[in-house]
T-cell receptor, first 116, second 114 residues
Framework: GAGVSQSPRYKVAKRGQDVALRCDPI?????LFWYQQALGQGPEFLTY????????KSGLPSDRFFAERPEGSVSTLKIQRTQQEDSAVYLC??????????????FGPGTRLTVT | AQKVTQAQTEISVVEKEDVTLDCVYE???????LFWYKQPPSGELVFLIR??????QNEISGRYSWNFQKSTSSFNFTITASQVVDSAVYFCALSVTGANNLFFGTGTRLTVIP
């Protein structure tokens, strides 16, 4: 079956531009996560949705970052007024279960954002 | 606080050699899960294994095996008879009760030389 898909795969933005990154989770997966992966580092948590509800946004680095999942399926991560430190790979993951901590997450290929 | 340490940044082995990737974790929770993920050059993290804190049995899956030792807070991963296709970055991760996310280590880049 289809896995998690993300688009675009690569995005180059000039400093100050707004960007929108899309995630299509596995069909039927209740939980959706966004992670940020800097070069040479492990993924770091940004935010978590259970269906359409954003239950945890503790990892969002600033108020320039905003995520939504209005219909409980596709999610968009928006970054306003991008800065060079926002350059990273943004990973989306989904999980079938509600008890997120105990179940494996399935990851998409990521969007590599480069801010120039 | 939760923390995962993968002290080996990069490892190179010759094909058919065995290799062990180390993972040490820190948590005060008594109930937690440990994971290993593989990240090939394509970028997509691929789930390999999940182990809960109450199950210290070692696991073997083909050429892969995992050694979980609570006494040393370690969850090491061994690849037997490595192959070029095993070349990737491997991440160890931790989840704890009530948390919504995985805590990842910094990864170990494995290169298998033909």
């Amino acid at each position: 079956g289809a896995g998690v898909s993300q688009s675009p795969r690569y995005k180059v933005a000039k400093r100050g531009q707004d960007v929108a990154l899309r995630c299509d989770p596995i069909s039927g997966h209740v939980s959706l996560f966004w992670y940020q992966q800097a070069l040479g580092q492990g993924p770091e948590f940004l935010t978590y949705f259970q269906n359409e509800a954003q239950l945890d946004k503790s990892g969002l680095p600033s108020d320039r970052f905003f995520a939504e999942r209005p219909e409980g399926s596709v999610s968009t991560l928006k970054i306003q007024r991008t800065q060079q430190e926002d350059s990273a790979v943004y990973l989306c993951a989904s999980s079938l279960e509600l008890g997120t901590w105990a179940y494996e997450q399935y990851f998409g290929p990521g969007t590599r954002l480069t801010v120039t | 606080a939760q923390k995962v340490t993968q002290a080996q940044t990069e490892i190179s082995v010759v094909e058919k050699e065995d290799v062990t990737l180390d993972c040490v974790y820190e948590t005060r929770d008594t109930t937690y899960y440990l994971f290993w993920y593989k990240q090939p050059p394509s970028g997509e993290l691929v789930f390999l294994i999940r182990r809960n804190s109450f199950d210290e049995q070692n696991e073997i899956s083909g050429r892969y095996s995992w050694n979980f030792q609570k006494s040393t807070s370690s969850f090491n991963f061994t690849i037997t008879a490595s192959q070029v296709v095993d070349s990737a970055v491997y991440f160890c991760a931790l989840s704890v009760t009530g948390a919504n996310n995985l805590f990842f280590g910094t990864g170990t880049r494995l290169t298998v030389i033909p």
